[in-house]
DNA sequence: ATATAAAAGTTGCACTTGCAACTTTTGTTG
DNA sequence: CAACAAAAGTTGCAAGTGCAACTTTTATAT
């Protein structure tokens, strides 16, 4: 996990909190984040702490989007997650840096060479997310739950270029992740299992087809 | 759909092409687009025509991921779609202006007013897409035919605050969209129908629950 | 106006999936 | 290490969905 400060000595990051005018807010556990920061357009930077986005679906029940971690950042205007419609809500005490998304795209503070690191290190953390985004697209849009596991197998085994693929996270995330029910997820796992295309040990997966 | 060149001259933008060493390269129909943008860190814009980026998937099916037309930007870099792994295939006589992503980030460039419009029309242009992605997950995160359209609905219903949804595309394109069977779809358009939760004529649908 | 293609609308059926209700295993905490 | 919680693993069943194979309607072209 990346962070919009890498490679910033902390005198510097002071520069960019001036420069920015960043303004830094303090939320305990249950504290609602979205009305200081809904309507203008502004980016936020957890500075430490946690929080989750999450909306309330036609029916009543509450849909967490997406959960901040330290050095995630959002904001509807920048490009990261649709916070429109949303409540973001502390899950402990938690720090936020919020900053004029105006102030951060003014051409003026292109200028300093410390600006671009973070301005980059800003798009690289978007940029990223968004690839994220596009992958579990590809998942969601099959069908069936054999497609989206073998789309979502496909995906990792690109990236590291091993049959062993270590899920970072529990299976029943992975069942969140791909959008099916956890048993019926399960039950293909093992139906995989016996027809002899992969191997499950715990949190690892073995593709036997590669 | 806005353009990255909205609210420039002609002239303007002879100096964006100059100032960022734009190339031109002309495409037949089926020609591949990708040998000569891939790996290098570049942005595309289609000036004219259209193209469309594919993937093969693990099976040999060929997926259609997005349609390329006139001014649609495009690049593995500039957070728009992921085009690692994907083919970009014009489908007819195609014009695409290819920028180097390095050149695009020179924060040098930011000290002509009209690079400034270009770039921010660009980043408009990346938030929109982003945008509509997260929309589309919403939708697709839904486990049911019933829920995926109502979450679309609601989406759409925010969107004009009017109780009359009129359809951007067919039927058949709704059901590519929600990523389900189009057969399917319409008999869960019928019970919704049936229920009275929904009046349908053509494109147009009536929440009558709003 | 007629031919042709494309989209809309319909239906039966087999298969897939969600869901609930478990048991078993693993992990965590005082 | 006992107690508890969380995750993994299993199963039956009803409901939902994909798919194929249609018919009907609407759009497009000559």
Same mark, same amino acid.
Do not use: W
């Given at each position: 996990?990346? =962070? ?12 960019? %909190? ?19 920061? /809904? ?7 957890? =500075? ?5 986005? =999450? ?5 009543? $029940? ?28 502390? /899950? ?9 998304? $105006?102030?951060?795209? !003014?051409?003026? !503070? ?10 980059? !290190?800003?798009?690289?953390? #978007? ?14 849009? /099959? ?8 789309? %979502?197998?496909?995906?990792? %085994? ?6 062993? #693929? $270590?899920?970072?996270?529990?299976? /029943?995330?992975?069942?969140?992740? #791909?959008?099916? !029910? ?15 295309? #992969? ?9 036997? %087809?590669?």
């Amino acid at each position: 996990m990346s =962070s919009a400060f890498d490679g910033l000595s902390r005198l510097q990051i002071e520069k960019i %909190y001036d420069l920015l005018d960043v303004h830094i807010y303090k939320f305990n556990k249950g504290d609602a984040i979205f009305p200081t920061i /809904k309507g203008g357009n502004i980016v936020g930077i957890i =500075s430490y702490g946690s929080a989750s986005i =999450s909306y309330i679906e036609y029916n009543g $029940n509450e849909i967490v989007l997406e959960n901040l971690n330290k050095d995630s950042v959002f904001g509807s205007n920048i490009s990261l997650i649709s916070v429109d419609n949303c409540e973001i809500t502390a /899950k402990e005490n938690t720090e936020v840096l919020l900053i004029d998304y $105006n102030k951060l795209i !003014n051409p003026r !503070n292109l200028k300093y060479p410390y600006f671009n690191i973070f301005f980059n !290190n800003l798009f690289d953390i #978007i940029n990223t997310k968004f690839k994220e985004t596009n992958e579990r697209v590809r998942i969601l849009e /099959k069908k069936q739950i054999r497609d989206k596991l073998l789309e %979502y197998f496909e995906i990792e %085994y690109k990236k590291v270029l091993n049959r062993n #693929i $270590n899920l970072p996270f529990a299976l /029943k995330d992975l069942a969140d992740y #791909i959008s099916v !029910n956890r048993s019926a997820m399960f039950r293909e796992l093992k139906h995989l299992k016996e027809e002899g295309f #992969i191997d499950i040990n715990g949190k690892r997966i073995t593709l036997q %087809y590669k």
